[in-house]
Structure formats: C-alpha cells, structure tokens
C-alpha cells in the first residue's frame, strides 16, 4: 500500500502533506514521519496538510491517543493540521477534541492555511 506523503523543511516549521486513503496504517506512518523528521531536524513546529480522501470512523479518534503516544509525539511538538477535505474536516475536528481531552494541546484542526501558520508560528 503506498502511504502518498511530502516532506519539507523550511527555518520556521516542517511542512508535511499528505493524501490518499485515511485509515489506521497510514495515519501511523504519517505521525511517525512527523516525529521521526522533527527529531532529525531539531524542529517540532509543524504544518500537516491533509488532503485524505474518507474520514476517520468516530472510534478512531480515540485510538490516536495511544498511537501518539506510540510514536512518540509530546507536547513539545506543534501540530497545525488543515484539513482540505470538507467531508473529511468535522470528524478531524473531533479527533482534536479528543486528544485535547486526552493531554495532546498542540495539535490544533484548520480548514485555512493561512490560520494554520498563524497559530503556529504565534508561539
């Protein structure tokens, strides 16, 4: 299965985009390149576009909290997450209930990029 996802560098964030079937296998690896690229780059700001093509099943959400904490994400890593997906952008945002709820207060769902950087880089 390919896991479609675009990595990139800049001074002030890492910018990650990713596409095609969202379910349990790809969310992981996206989480985990995100950790793995922010520990290799000493950079924990990021802005994820998604661009996925279903959402999430409700449960899902709550399954994110132990694979974030299995990938290794923390608190020091800011997550911008705009979702471009209309279908796809209110079960995200309540998956960022859920993390919230569950200690994960860095990770914030956008529909906008331009809120997304402005959030994130507002700290």
């Not at 596409?19 to 950790?35: A, D, M, P, R, Y």
């Not at 996925?52 to 904490?69: E, F, G, I, R, S």
């Not at 911008?80 to 569950?102: C, I, L, M, Q, S």
Request: proline content about 4%.
């Amino acid at each position: 299965m390919t896991k479609p996802i675009e990595v990139n560098i800049t001074n002030e964030y890492i910018h990650i985009q990713v596409s095609g079937e969202n379910n349990f296998e790809n969310c992981k690896f996206g989480w985990q390149t995100l950790v793995d690229t922010c520990q290799q780059a000493q950079q924990f700001h990021c802005l994820v576009e998604g661009y996925m093509d279903n959402p999430l099943p409700t449960m899902a959400a709550y399954d994110h909290v132990q694979l974030l904490k299995d990938v290794g994400l923390t608190n020091k890593h800011r997550v911008a997450y705009v979702d471009h997906n209309p279908n796809t952008y209110p079960a995200a945002k309540f998956g960022e209930t859920v993390v919230h709820n569950r200690g994960f207060y860095n990770i914030k769902i956008f529909n906008k990029v331009d809120d997304a950087l402005s959030w994130l880089l507002s700290h």
